[in-house]
């Protein structure tokens, strides 16, 4: 997947099962909107995290951390960690305060990059 902004890429085997999981517990016609961070490569390893926002009651959006690793050199090749959870849920702002968040502890200095539901769950 390629972000429509600036072509940074968000596809690969370990952005594939990040999808696939999180669709194994959250319907993908429920989700409103995906953030993805740029993967890192270090050590042999891909990490990826993806934030996830989800229409709640009220007007709220439910907001899920989604990350994975993906071993991508050496014996262990392919094998790899997905993790979902839950982080909140509050008003549209709350989003963008999980995504500073994220960004910081992560040490990322680009910003997430949008992704459309509907392109990342489409075929």
């Known amino acids: 997947m390629e972000s429509i902004d600036d072509g940074t890429l968000v596809t690969g085997p370990g952005w594939q ?8 517990r959250i319907a ?3 989700i409103t909107a995906i953030y993805a961070f740029r993967p890192i490569r270090r050590s042999g390893r891909e ?11 009220g007007g709220r959006r439910s907001i899920v951390q989604a990350r994975y690793w993906l071993q991508v050199r050496g014996r262990d090749r392919g094998r790899s960690q997905v993790e979902v959870s839950v982080v909140g849920e509050g008003p549209e702002r709350s989003v963008h305060e999980v995504i500073a968040g994220v960004q ?3 040490g990322e200095s680009d910003p997430p990059v949008p992704v459309d539901p509907r392109w990342w769950y489409a075929g």
Do not use: D, N
Not at 17 to 24: H, K, N, S, T
Not at 47 to 57: I, K, L
């Open 104 to 106: 910081a502890r992560s």
């Open 47 to 57: 990490w990826g995290t993806a934030v996830v926002t989800m229409e709640s009651a």
């Open 17 to 24: 099962r990040l999808a696939a999981a999180l669709a194994e």
């Open 28 to 30: 993908p016609e429920t």
